[in-house]
């Protein structure tokens, strides 16, 4: 959320900030329990733990449909701010030419893990939505 940040003002933001007590359930931990919990706890890789958070939610959520893959276009552009109303009629002509781009790609790729016979697709979508949710 706030990107890097030290144990201690882990512990500060748990004790002055509601959404960390709401999420503490009003604990308030020291930096100290903070450093225990990512020593002792945390030996995993990420990758490991990513891996069983999926395996989770695949099997207690059953409307997660693992052989399809899905591309999230909600961080389209990464400095939104940068694109000012000067630039607007490129940056759509930009982006329809790279959304046509992108889904040909996607569809040879589809057509490669089919000819492998690799049980994923990506969906292919053939309107670019704009609206911001």
Known sequence: MFGYT???QLQ????????????TGGMKPSFMSFERFIHDDLTDP???IFCQLNKYIEKEDGRMNTKVLYVDGTKYEAYAKKTSFVWINGTK???VKLWGQIMDHLM?????LQKEKILYQFSILHEMSLRRS
């Open 6 to 8: 030290s144990l201690r």
């Open 12 to 23: 500060d933001y748990c004790a002055n900030d509601a959404r960390f007590l709401l999420v």
């Open 46 to 48: 990420i990758e490991d």
């Open 93 to 95: 002509r930009q982006r």
């Open 108 to 112: 040879k790729l589809n057509k490669h």
